[in-house]
């Protein structure tokens, strides 16, 4: 299957730092890409869907202009984390759509978030 | 909205007994995906199974099927001969079949343990 990279898998930061994570399709190209948000012991949660070489589209609920979004080209979208928190604490997932794989998602190793 | 009801928190079998994983959902859609992730420890998901709704056969893949009820909107999966790897969490998943939003929307989870 295809393989997506999650970078870094783990970090912490101090609050109000800003923080940036990036999500890779390493051997296809990913025209879409979606970022997911896990609590503990909880379920996956989609914060956004990013489109390549246009913005990105949040769910409801999800603050924009704290999760930044960015999908420049057809193999790397990052997230950032505005003025991190420690709500803003969690465990983020992206993942990719290879259109050679119908209805399959592909998922990348999850970055753990820690915001002191 | 599509929803996706995981009824069972926690699960646990004998180590190469059978278990049955209970999933249902709601949709008023005929063309959809059903999934079936795991996620171990690692937090990796790892795709198991997928089901077109289109096809009546019920998708298998080696130790795992799943039972497909389109009628009832229910999609269980059951593991056969369980091993101790199969020890994680389990998320069912729905996905539209629309072009213009493919988001997978998942269950609550099921925490699956494998007893030696």
């Known amino acids: 299957g295809a393989v997506v990279s999650q970078h870094p898998s783990w970090v912490i930061c101090k609050s109000g730092t800003s923080v940036k994570i990036e999500c890779r399709s390493l051997?296809?190209?990913?025209?879409?890409m979606f970022w997911y948000r896990q609590f503990p012991k909880q379920s996956l949660m989609l914060m956004a869907t990013s489109n390549e070489g246009s913005k990105a589209t949040y769910e409801q609920g999800v603050e924009k202009d704290k999760f930044l979004i960015n999908h420049a080209s057809l193999t790397l979208s990052t997230l950032t984390v505005t003025s991190a928190h420690p709500e803003d604490s969690s465990f983020y997932i992206c993942?990719?759509?290879?259109?050679?794989?119908?209805?399959?998602?592909?998922f990348g190793e999850g970055s753990r978030l820690t915001v002191l | 909205a599509q929803t996706v009801t995981q009824s069972q928190p926690e699960m646990s079998v004998q180590e190469a007994e059978t278990v049955t994983l209970s999933c249902t959902y709601d949709?008023?859609?005929?063309?959809?995906?059903l999934f079936w992730y795991k996620q171990p420890p690692s937090r990796q998901m790892i795709l198991v199974i997928r089901q077109e709704a289109y096809k009546q056969q019920n998708a298998t893949e080696n130790r795992f099927s799943v039972n497909f009820q389109k009628a009832a909107k229910s999609f269980s999966l059951k593991i056969s001969d369980s091993q101790l790897g199969d020890a994680a969490m389990y998320f069912c998943a729905y996905r539209t079949i629309i072009q213009g939003a493919q988001k997978l929307v998942f269950g609550q989870g099921t925490r699956l343990t494998i007893n030696p």
């Open positions: 051997d296809f190209q990913a025209t879409t």
């Open positions: 993942s990719a759509r290879d259109p050679s794989w119908v209805g399959e998602l592909f």
């Open positions: 949709t008023s859609e005929s063309d959809y995906y």
